[in-house]
């Protein structure tokens, strides 16, 4: 069964940071592009971030930039983002999903094998 599972939400005061973590079961996550994505209540999925196969390029959303990372780890099976700085504004729950085509032309529709997310909560 093709799967991916989302981890390392929890509960941050604004200014502080989170990693979380995006594994997959079933297949390589080597082998697909990954995003990450979040959706607040009331609100569309929003695409943050994606890093392509190799690791050689990254793409963030500009309401994360400079404030978020994505990596791989191929060793583990698992990609990363790393959240910095955290505001109010993002909370939300955190998805991540695969795609097989690179990731400056795949577009949300192109993204599957969702998981079930990771809440994260930026409160003081």
């Known amino acids: 069964q093709l799967q991916l599972v989302e981890s390392g939400g929890g509960l941050v005061q604004p200014g502080g940071s989170l990693r979380l973590s995006c594994v997959a079961s079933?297949?390589?996550?080597?082998?697909?592009?990954i995003g990450w994505f979040r959706q607040a209540p009331g609100k569309e999925r929003e695409w943050l971030s994606c890093?392509?196969?190799?690791?050689?390029?990254?793409t963030y959303a500009d309401s994360v930039k400079d404030r978020f990372t994505i990596s791989r780890n191929y060793a583990w099976n698992t990609v990363y983002l790393q959240m910095n700085s955290l505001k109010r504004e993002d909370t939300a729950v955190y998805y991540c999903?695969?795609?097989?085509?690179?990731?400056?032309?795949?577009?949300?529709?192109?993204?599957?094998?969702w998981g079930q997310g990771t809440q994260v909560t930026v409160s003081s």
């Open positions: 890093i392509n196969r190799s690791a050689a390029t990254t």
């Open positions: 079933g297949f390589r996550l080597a082998d697909s592009a």
């Open positions: 999903a695969r795609t097989w085509r690179a990731c400056r032309m795949a577009s949300t529709g192109d993204y599957s094998g």
